[in-house]
């Protein structure tokens, strides 16, 4: 008993640098960005109250790009699960060496620069833009598609961009549904159809869930790709919250919005969590 004790302490003693660096690292600067906060001046004297926070609820505006990136985040997951859940059945369901081909395509935007990601898509989606030729040239189009600098060609790259954050956790968990269970439904007289959202949906459920908090998170931060395809037209968070600390200096005022911003990603996450979990005790309570 004792020796068990013993190698269980030695075992926590292991996690020991990891908690240092995360607390080192992440805990004190939040607790640092929660203090300036409440920094009721924009000098930071001293004084500490609710007005940076009172500032940012009563300006609409500001409401209004917050309720703008949290929906940008929501159209840019729905078209990843749209797209990448076909992607992640079919590398589910083919051979080693071309599950290893589609993977490196899949994960192929990941270990790209995102400045340089962003900039071919820039290119692409340009109003000379190979997109827009193609559509004219097809005749889908009398003239070029405003897609640069408007909102649907932020969602468009941020699809791209993101969407290895939704196929992995889905690969992973449909690898691990047995396929004897959908023979088994085809064998007592179950459509295709009926098979998928009787069986292979609801035990997918665990990573479609990962897979959208992954991708929401990434794509309603994602400052890169929201202001260079964005342009000044478009405002969203990250952007606002540079703009107020490193352009007009007003570090309490950042600190307020960036606050509010991670508390309204963080309450979305614990609904998906919460939803994973019912989904959890559904299939195996």
């Known amino acids: 008993m004792a020796g068990a004790m013993e190698k269980k302490s030695n075992e926590w003693r292991l996690a020991l640098p990891l908690t240092l660096f995360f607390v080192v690292f992440f805990v004190a600067p939040l607790f640092l960005l929660i203090g300036i906060s409440f920094q009721a001046e924009r000098r930071m004297t001293g004084a500490l109250g609710l007005n940076q926070y009172t500032a940012f609820l009563g300006d609409r505006l500001n409401l209004e790009v917050l309720g703008d990136t949290l929906l940008l985040g929501v159209k840019a997951t729905l078209l990843c699960l749209i797209f990448g859940y076909p992607l992640a059945w079919l590398i589910a369901r083919v051979s080693a060496r071309l599950q290893a081909l589609l993977i490196f395509l899949v994960i192929l935007p990941i270990v790209t620069s995102v400045v340089v990601r962003t900039f071919a898509w820039i290119v692409i989606l340009g109003r000379r833009g ?57 064998a007592l007289g179950a459509s295709a159809w009926r098979t998928f959202f009787k069986i292979t949906l609801p035990l997918s459920m665990p990573g479609i869930i990962a897979g959208v908090i992954l991708t929401y998170t990434a794509c309603v931060t994602a400052f890169v790709t929201q202001s260079l395809i964005g342009g000044s037209r478009l405002l969203y968070m990250p952007m606002m919250i540079f703009q107020q600390a490193m352009d007009l200096q007003n570090w309490p005022f950042a600190a307020a919005v960036s606050v509010m911003f991670m508390i309204s990603v963080l309450v979305i996450v614990g609904l998906l969590v919460a939803l994973s979990r019912s989904r959890a005790a559904q299939l195996y309570g």
């Not at 640069?148 to 690969?171: A, D, H």
């Open 130 to 186: 190979i997109f827009n030729d193609a559509i004219v040239a097809l005749g889908l189009s009398p003239t070029p598609l405003h897609l640069l600098f408007s909102e649907t060609g932020v969602v468009i790259v941020l699809t791209q961009v993101q969407m290895p954050l939704m196929v992995l956790p889905l690969v992973t968990v449909l690898q691990r549904i047995d396929p004897n269970l959908a023979s088994a439904s085809q």
